[in-house]
């Protein structure tokens, strides 16, 4: 007796609270969308799992070695003080090879010019200038490099001692030979000329 005046009481306060103001039945209705929207996608989110953030674990992952490749082929194609003349801050025949692979050659998305700044103000404008001037008589497919001015100095060595590394490399390669086993797994060499030797 006393369970059913409870269950009484407790449905009319329900009526008297749905009946009392549109708006707040209104309110009702989305959070109760909202609620079931949300389990929806909970629902979703746990049978994907680990799907949704396997995705952003991997792009944390591979975002430093992405700012490595950029900072990369920044350096690489940086015009640097070498492909200048000195006296007025025009390319030179290696400078203007530079420029154009990277205006034909590189990737599309690495077609970048980066002009090391000069001593002054006006040797940078006139190096910027003979680099524009550079492309500007190529023959390009898509849209013309960006030039920009950097800082940053690539690392350079001299000619001679990049020959000198190579020919000492060149030096201490050992000699191509054969396998001892073949893939086979018999041992020997192979014969040059195919035949056998005669048979005694």
Known sequence: MRRNSIFQRALFAIILAVMGSNTVSAD????????W?????????????PEPFVESDALQV??????????????????????FRDSDGELLASGHGRVRW???????NRRE???????SQDETNARVAS????LSRLYQTGPEPMVYITDIEPATAS????TQINRMWMEQLPAPKLPSTSAAG??????????????Q
Do not use: C
Request: glycine share 16%; no cysteine.
């Open 186 to 199: 018999t041992s020997g060499s192979t014969q040059a000329g195919g035949g056998g030797g005669s048979q």
């Open 159 to 162: 000619g001679a001692w990049g």
């Open 113 to 119: 010019i980066y002009v090391l700044r000069g001593r």
């Open 28 to 35: 009702w209705h989305q959070q109760w969308k909202r609620f």
């Open 37 to 49: 929207h949300n389990v929806g996608v909970g629902h979703h989110r746990n049978n994907a799992w």
């Open 131 to 134: 680099v524009r001037d550079a």
């Open 102 to 108: 990277i205006a034909t050659q590189s990737p599309v």
């Open 62 to 83: 591979i975002a430093p070695f992405e700012i490595m490749k950029r900072n990369g082929w920044r350096l690489h194609n940086t015009i640097g003080h070498e492909l």
